[in-house]
């Protein structure tokens, strides 16, 4: 192409850009009002036929079976993912006893707007910016007011998710805690969302439950577990239970499942173990360290585990012991398949759901209460369960 102009290739592209943006605008503005026109008549004719039938006779017609009379009209605004309808001519009876089928009584927006405005907000953008974005796409705004009772609607089923029964069906089980901070009694605390993640005997992964707590402590653990007992997941088939290695959650293990073998996750442990090691040993003990997880089989793996203990027992000791304590629970995975092993030998299945539920809640900066905080939780959750149903691990 000519550059007669002498412009650089980033200067042409932002000119074209500029110049495609001001014609898409006027073009979308062009094709948005057709459309919302031809809605609104859809609407009325629609609600023309239907008032007809409601009161069993056509206009001015005198027959034994009418069983009310039209008064007129009334008008009311109604979102729709097209944008705003503005003044829709809805009919009245005189005895008020027609009801519109073609949306909601009060509603203001369809559901397919509030089903927009609670993704947009699951999405991570905060109740204060919804209104905006929700207008640059549909030509709506909305407050903040509007978005905490749209999305509401998921108290329901949050708390329908928290009851329903369970099938022991779990081969692995995964427990942690992420922190989020809410508004309590008007002071900001930091409230701690215990997660159950299980995979299944066919492959199938699942976050099973989840449950806002004020600690990881062994009350709030035992509670957690207890109800997901209660509920129907008693653990008969569970295999090993994979955790990060607090002490509460240990404890609550004692009590809940104690007949399950645990395996302590290995990154977990390693950031542990080096807070006990002098600065310049740390990068090859670490390296040395994580050979054991390594091995190809349970008698390498503790080989190799036995040497890393006669290698820096002089300079690390602590490290050493902290390793020792608990090495029985840090190589059961090696009593699994091969091919999974890599997979419940930490805790990193449920530490990535919980990355991309900081990432959603990063610009949220904190929650009003406790249930928007479930909200956002149950939301991204349920969105990996439904991604989740169509795929399994394939060595199942």
Partial sequence: MDNPLGLSKRQL??????????????????????????????????????????????????????????????????????????DIRVPRTQRRGYRPGVFQRYARRTALVNHFIREIFIQGVSTRQVGPVLNELSGQRVSASTVS????????????????????????LFLDGVRQRVVSCGRTVQKVVLVAYGIKHDGHREVIDFRAAKSESETEW???????????????????????????????????????????????????????????????????????????????????YKAWCRHWRAQAPKAVACLERDIEDMLAFYSEDSKLRIRIRTTNAIERIFKELRRRTRPMSLFANVASCERIVYALFKRYNNRWEERRYVVF
């Avoid at 031809?38 to 609600?47: C, I, N, S, V, Y």
């Avoid at 009772?149 to 692995?172: G, I, M, S």
């Fill in 13 to 86: 592209s932002e000119i074209f850009g500029d110049v495609k943006g001001l014609f898409w605008d006027g073009v979308e503005d062009l094709m948005r009002q057709p459309v919302l026109r031809g809605l609104k008549r859809l609407l009325e004719r629609a609600m023309k036929a239907e008032v007809v039938g409601y009161v069993k006779a056509p206009r001015h017609a005198r027959t034994a079976g009418r069983v009310d009379y039209l008064n007129g009209f009334r008008y009311r605004n109604l979102g729709t993912a097209f944008g705003l309808l503005v």
């Fill in 149 to 172: 009772q749209v999305t509401k609607v998921l108290d329901q089923e949050v708390r329908a998710f928290q009851r329903r029964p369970l099938v022991d069906t779990y081969r692995y």
């Fill in 222 to 304: 035992l509670g957690f577990l207890n109800g997901l007992y209660q509920r129907g997941l008693t653990g008969d088939r569970l295999r090993l239970i994979i955790i990060d290695g607090g002490k509460g959650l240990r404890l609550a293990l004692d009590m809940v499942y104690p007949q399950v073998k645990r395996q302590r996750c290995w990154a977990h442990k390693l950031r542990n173990v080096a807070n006990y090691i002098p600065r310049r040993y740390q990068t090859p003990c670490l390296k040395e360290a994580r050979g054991i997880y390594l091995a190809a089989h349970y008698r390498q793996a503790v080989q190799r």
